[in-house]
């Protein structure tokens, strides 16, 4: 590997280039999640395709290893990198809806909360995640499942066509018809592709929803989650939410008394006819006796924004997840063992329905080929300071090892995964894994785009 040379890099690209010597390279090389903490060579703050093109070239005619940053949320943090250079795409947050063909235009870098903004001027949406500051770029990837996925799919389902910068810097478009192995392969296979600069998403009608948060006492966990696994798979599909298990935040409409306690809660996104969400919401209410709720009419992104407060930059991360075949009795024993020792406020399991539109689509039919999983569970161990790491990480690992015998897959959801969980790559693909490595054989014979859950070529 070359010395870099900032002002060669410089000459080619209109962007910010922040090494180690300039003001503010702490913050440029920051990402999300606090435990990483690595230093780079040089942060790109691409302006255009020509930036990203050019600092694609740069890296690999010097032999740097290149990361690439969307929203940065990466929990093993393939945000950044130490010595290489990061293309930090935070620039490129356009978002423009066609609302005639249903369509929206969003930059690579742009943050779920921009596309929800600007989607819902036209009462339109895309299905994506649960909080609105994660990427676009990372989630619709590796999947993106979120409260409207048993409606309208997994984000990437929803994706037309992609600009994408190469391995070489070239650029192209990726769709159906143009390089559809490529397209293919953007659905769920990360960014082992290529960078994309552009994605085009089908927008769907989804306007003002009925949704929010129902807590319940751990005294009624059992029968929550019971009511869970049987009633939402088999409820009308405009009925999204998770269940989880987390510990009372100091919210106003949570009695004083039970702030601090670990509890287990239901959030519910009714997105159909409003008409009918005090039907749809009642048996809901009815899983246990219920603690406190905070349901109401709202636009769709103020759900999609409810819970940021609780993730905000800056805090520790580890993550476990699978996915789930079925909630077996023994598996619903394992959580209600482990769930309750939720260990902070900021942390909380979460168990995701994927059934409905997400197993509408075959699991050929995109990389993302866990299309028989009906849950994703995600172990999210979320803290402040580094003195608490042992602790936090322990519950995370403990409760995994209980929970993942039950879970059906060896493999888990990719944008879930922690940065110790690289021999489950291949498991997290399954059948796709083999066309995966020989699509990435043909678009990335290097290996350039490495530092994600890496898909090598094939040999
Ligand atoms: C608080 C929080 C909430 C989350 N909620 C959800 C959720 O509800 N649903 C869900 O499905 N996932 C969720 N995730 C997981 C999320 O999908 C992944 O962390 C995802 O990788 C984040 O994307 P990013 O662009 O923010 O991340 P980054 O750290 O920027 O990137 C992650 C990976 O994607 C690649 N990448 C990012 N953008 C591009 C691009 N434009 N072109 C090519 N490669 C790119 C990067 O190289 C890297 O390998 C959540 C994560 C966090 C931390």
């Known amino acids: 590997m070359a010395a870099l040379d900032a002002s060669d890099l410089r000459a080619r690209v209109r962007g910010n280039v922040v090494t180690p010597e300039d003001e503010g390279y702490d913050a440029a090389r920051t990402v999300y999640n606090a435990m990483i903490r690595r230093k780079p060579a040089a942060v790109v703050r691409v302006t255009d395709d020509a930036d990203v093109m050019a600092t694609v070239r740069f890296a690999r005619e010097g032999g740097h290893p ?103 810097g070239n650029r192209v478009t990726a769709s159906a018809d143009e390089h559809p ?95 009918e969400a005090d039907r749809m919401l009642e048996p809901v209410r009815g899983a246990g006796p219920v603690v406190a709720e905070h349901v109401g009419s709202m636009p769709y992104p103020a759900l999609q924004s409810a ?19 079925d909630l077996s009795d023994e598996a619903l024993a394992a959580h209600l063992k482990h769930g309750p020792k939720v260990p902070n406020v900021n942390s909380a399991m979460h168990i995701y329905l994927m059934d409905g539109a997400v197993q509408d689509v075959g699991p050929e039919e995109t990389a993302f080929a866990r299309r028989d999983a009906r849950f994703v569970v995600n172990i ?28 059906g897959f060896e493999g888990g959801y990719t944008n879930f995964m922690a940065g110790d969980d690289e021999r489950r790559v291949r498991a997290n693909y399954g059948e796709s894994y083999d066309r995966l490595a020989k699509i990435k054989r043909a678009w990335d014979p290097d290996n350039a785009f490495r530092l994600n859950q890496n898909v090598a070529p094939a040999g």
């Open 181 to 275: 192995d490529l397209f293919w392969a953007l659905h769920g296979g990360g960014g082992n592709f290529g960078i994309v600069t552009s994605f085009e998403f089908r927008l769907h009608p989804v306007d003002q929803i009925v949704g929010g948060p129902i807590f319940f006492g751990l005294d009624a966990a059992a029968d929550v989650l019971d009511f869970y696994r049987r009633h939402f798979p088999a409820a009308p599909r405009e009925l999204g939410g998770f269940f989880g298990f987390i510990v009372a935040p100091p919210l106003p409409f949570i009695p004083e008394e039970r702030h601090g306690e670990p509890l287990c809660v239901l959030v519910v996104c009714w997105s159909g006819d409003p008409a």
């Open 307 to 325: 819970f940021d407060g609780l993730l905000p930059r800056g805090l520790r991360h580890y993550w476990k997840a699978d996915f789930v075949r």
């Open 66 to 168: 290149l990361a690439v940053r969307g929203g940065g949320h990466s929990v093993p943090g393939f945000g950044t990198c130490d010595d290489g250079i990061v293309v930090d795409l935070g620039s490129l947050r356009s978002v423009r809806v066609g609302p005639n063909a249903r369509t929206v235009r969003v930059g690579g870098g742009a943050l779920l909360g921009d596309v929800d903004h600007a989607t819902n001027a036209f009462g339109l949406a895309v299905p994506a995640g649960f909080i609105s500051t994660t990427g676009v770029g990372g989630l619709t990837l590796g999947g993106g499942i979120g409260y409207l996925s048993r409606r309208l799919g997994l984000t990437a389902d929803n994706l037309l066509s992609a600009d994408v910068i190469t391995a070489d």
């Open 380 to 407: 999210a161990g979320v803290w402040r300071d580094e003195a608490d790491d042992d602790p936090n990480i322990g519950w995370v690992r403990d409760y995994y090892d209980a929970v993942h015998p039950h879970s």
